[in-house]
């Protein structure tokens, strides 16, 4: 396993911060035993990141199954299995055992408003075990993820999408790879006190659609707003991938981009999308074939200011985007209509997201 960081080693427990840890590999999906082996692999990047000090350990979207599993019925006989079979205990017992919080991404199956539906969800553990966050998916992307999943918090019953949590004493929100895309979601999050937004996420080079075709265009590339995200929020912002190849029955179903990234609050990398040199068949561990844990401390102390002193009614003060916003202009942002820019029309949003 290839480990990158950037770290203190003088950091007193006096300092408020949280040191982050990225699981960031490659696997097998769509079958119990691909389910079995992602476990075996966070329970391993767990005892090892406990060495490292990590206080929080993210991992990829639907990291228990891997991603692409573009059979309906078979994500959701997965989803059952793991609900049925207790095998999220085994992450809260990782958690537990290595005293620190993990972020699970996994497929979740529910009885929502008297139905059985299927979530692309987000579990997070404390360190003691407890359940601290379970996330699901508001916002999905294109027609594979709406085939399989149920769009989340649409049902009072679910509770409340967007909420923050405590690690290591620094408030924290969980997003989901295409939500790192709409800037009031991270917004959102700050106005409720995050200090870190963590994203799972599955942008790929490529993957196998369920029509049996490859995607011909590479997911965007969009650490340039988690840059933003970052920055116009004050907060911490990480992008959690996977890279490397994913394989279903010996196939290859997707290949991912690897571009997991930390950003601090004035937009700068902590720890940036790497490149890789290319793979070798007699060099093991180069090019896409190794896991990676990408360390990085989140210390909001250290950030002053992102413009120039000011002098507000003679007192000298900063400026911060959060506390200079006009909330009461904003309406429209909740509007249930919007104009199409190319037609000119009116266009109304569904009651419910389709």
């Known amino acids: ?23 960031q590999g490659y696997g097998t999906v769509g079958n119990l035993d691909a389910v079995r082996r992602n476990l075996a692999v966070l329970a391993q990047v ?44 085994e992450v809260a017992q990782a958690a537990g055992m290595n005293e620190l919080a993990i972020i699970c991404p996994y497929p979740e199956a529910a009885t929502v408003a008297g139905e059985r539906r299927y979530y692309d969800s987000i579990l997070v553990y404390g360190p003691d075990g407890s359940c601290l966050k379970n996330y699901r998916k508001s916002h999905l992307w ?39 895309e709409f800037p009031e979601l991270c917004r959102i999050l700050a106005l409720k006190g995050a200090q870190l937004i963590v994203i799972p996420t599955a942008a790929d080079e490529f993957t196998v659609l369920r029509s049996g075709k490859r995607t011909r265009t590479p997911y965007p590339n969009v650490d340039f707003l988690i840059r933003a995200n970052a920055y116009q929020n004050e907060c ?77 009614h003679d007192n000298e003060a900063a400026t911060h985007y959060l506390s200079d916003r006009r909330p009461e202009l904003y309406g429209d942002l909740t509007s249930n209509v919007y104009i199409d820019a190319e037609t000119g029309q009116s266009r109304r949003y569904p009651d419910h997201p389709r």
Request: one cysteine or more; aromatic letters at 10%; glycine letters at 10%.
């Open 142 to 180: 294109g027609g594979d993820e709406r085939n399989n999943w149920s769009f989340g918090h649409v049902h009072a019953e679910e509770g409340e999408a967007f909420t923050v949590f405590k690690v290591n004493g620094l408030g924290v929100g969980v997003l989901n790879c295409y939500e790192a």
């Open 46 to 89: 767990a005892v090892k990141a406990k060495a490292h000090g990590v206080h929080l350990l993210s991992f990829p979207e639907l990291f228990l199954t891997g991603y692409n599993v573009t059979n309906a019925a078979m994500a959701h006989e997965l989803a059952e299995a793991i609900q049925q079979q207790g095998m999220l205990d």
């Open 236 to 312: 911490f912002c990480a992008y959690s991938n996977r890279r490397g190849v994913e394989t279903e029955g010996g196939e290859v179903v997707g290949a991912y981009l690897g571009n997991s990234c930390l950003v601090d609050p004035h937009g700068n990398f902590l720890l940036p999308p790497i490149s890789l040199p290319p793979a070798r068949a007699d060099k093991p561990g180069s090019g896409w074939d190794d896991h990676m844990l990408l360390i990085a401390d989140c210390v909001p102390e250290f950030y002053g200011p992102t413009h120039p002193e000011t002098l507000i």
């Open 1 to 23: 396993m290839i480990i990158q960081s950037f770290v203190s080693d003088s950091l007193s427990e006096a300092v408020p911060h949280l040191r982050l840890g990225l699981y």
